[in-house]
């Protein structure tokens, strides 16, 4: 971070480097390359979103980013990662939801989408700090995915499920869809990553169905794309839709930047607008070590290959880093995530760092220009 801060140029500039420059897709424009990353701060109440959610994503906002995406927000209680997780499968969590997307609307330019949900055999968990040997106890809820293959050797079994499950779970998210659209929100994006419920479909790690909803690549995107035609058909058609996936699961026998491929084809084909790009976490096995930019091949891959927006993620640290990756063609947004918890301000930053002056201010904060001067 020391090099946001510090390694601005000595001439201002008013034309924007890539990472500044504007991005329209599906007729929502966005005015900047930087990204909020989702991320889980479990701190809801039943599902609720409250004062901590709107000073999180609204700081980071006013902070300059132009895209805010919320944290895991799940359909149902049952697809939860913890009791604590946010939620859209109660109508009170819609208004509460609202209240944080119309503070982003009046006092930034800032986007904001909404990450839709279910855990599937990852649920049922105490939040990180306070987990351990007992998990939730009684407090535990029953889990659902399309094998009955728990997530590593301590977790539950979770149920294989059957149609009734599959129908309840897609209407889950074009109910949540509705509501999202109700709050406000400029975008969905799907979580078809890191091994919860949609990405455990897609894997051959953790589905091992023998219906027409596992064996090839093409019977383990059916339940996915049945989700998306569903939430598409509730979802406003001037609103575009988004995917994080892992596009490399890191094991062997899993899938491949190849699978990742046909998988981002697919998603495109069935009105995903944008590919936000992820790998591995689809089971207990820990993904190598990462070093460096080590996801944004994936996304440049598939960026060329399918011809899709893509959003590459994963140890993007510095204003030149994110910089080069638009630059360079490698993705068409950054998702910063552990940087924007250190520093709300991130993308301001960023922008003084690359010498450039024509981030717009919160009118309460113009002043704050004059220390550039």
Known sequence: MDSVRTDASNTAKTSAPPLFAPFSVHGLTIPNRVVVSPMCM??????????????????????????????????????????????????????????VVDFVHANSEAKIAVQLAHAGRKGSTPPPWERGENGLGERGWALVAPSAIPFGPDSPVPKEMDKADLDKVRDDFARAAKWSDEAGFDLIEFHMGHGYLLSSFLSPLSNRRTDAYGGSLE???????????????????????????????????????????????????????????????????????????????????????????????????????????????????????????????????????????????????????????
Not at 66 to 85: A, F, K, N, Q, W
Not at 272 to 297: E, M, Y
């Open 219 to 373: 019977n383990r995107l059916r339940f996915p794309l049945e989700v998306v035609a569903a939430v598409r058909k509730v979802w406003p058609a001037t609103k575009p839709l988004a995917a994080r996936i892992s596009a490399v699961d890191w094991e062997d026998g899993g899938n491949t930047i190849e699978d990742g491929v046909a998988i981002s084809r697919a998603l495109k084909n069935a009105g995903i607008d944008i590919i936000d790009v992820s790998s591995g976490n689809v089971t207990n096995f820990k993904r190598p070590a990462p070093k460096g930019l080590f996801q944004t091949p994936f996304s440049a891959r598939i960026r060329k290959d399918v011809d899709v927006p893509t959003i590459a993620v994963g140890n993007i640290r510095t204003a030149e880093d994110a910089n080069r990756v638009i630059a360079d063609g490698e993705a068409d947004f950054c998702a910063i995530g552990r940087e924007h918890l250190y520093d709300a301000y991130f993308a301001r930053h960023a922008a003084t760092a690359l010498g450039y002056e024509g981030q717009p201010w919160a009118k309460q904060y113009k002043r704050a220009a004059e220390v550039l001067s």
């Open 42 to 99: 479990y701190s809801a109440v039943d599902g609720t979103v409250g004062d901590f959610q709107l000073v999180h994503l609204g700081s980071r906002a006013m902070g300059g980013a132009g895209l805010v995406i919320t944290e895991m927000t799940d359909v149902s209680p049952e697809g939860r990662i913890s009791p604590y997780c946010a939620g859209l499968y109660k109508p009170e969590h819609m208004p509460a939801w609202k209240r």
